[in-house]
């Protein structure tokens, strides 16, 4: 990042990215999936911070679990499902989870209900990790601060 970072933004108005970058045998229930990217405004790079915004019947992801890396969640609005090894939590505004990194539950969220839902994640930026998709033929090798997705035999898609 070059420039001084701005001191307060208004989260809409982050850069976007939309959908996934699964392959795309995979990426069909996360596709209009929208987070507004915070921290790489203000240039932080020890975490990462997302506003993200599911429409009904949208994923934020298949689901996985990281060897090297911490998420969190909070929701600001709407209903998810959080989909884990312990079954299905509903989750309301004012709701979170964490997911400590190597615990091996995998865990994704859903958008069950018929209106949007807003959450807020946080996670650590590590410039390796990997991260195991639970349901799916699915790894993401992260190298140099990217992620890879490969089969769970190492070989590519």
């Excluded at 004012?94 to 959450?119: E, R, V």
């Excluded at 639970?134 to 140099?144: E, F, I, N």
Aim: net charge negative; charged share 25%.
């Amino acid at each position: 990042m070059t420039g001084k970072p701005p001191a307060t933004i208004r989260a809409s108005d982050a850069p976007q990215r939309n959908g996934s970058r699964y392959p795309k045998i995979y990426s069909g229930p996360c596709e209009a999936r929208q987070k507004f990217i915070l921290g790489d405004v203000f240039g932080l790079d020890q975490f990462g911070v997302n506003l993200a915004v599911l429409p009904p019947g949208a994923w934020a992801s298949q689901r996985h679990w990281h060897e090297g890396e911490d998420e969190f969640i909070y929701v600001v609005d709407g209903e998810l499902l959080l989909v884990d090894d312990d079954g299905e939590h509903v989750l309301t505004p004012g709701m979170c989870a964490g997911f400590k990194a190597g615990n091996g539950n995998g865990h994704h969220l859903k958008n069950a209900s018929d209106s949007p839902a807003t959450y807020l994640e946080v996670g650590t930026r590590l410039k390796a990790d990997r991260a195991h998709f639970s349901d799916v033929d699915m790894l993401a090798v992260k190298t140099d601060g990217a992620f890879r997705f490969v089969k769970r035999d190492g070989s590519d898609f």
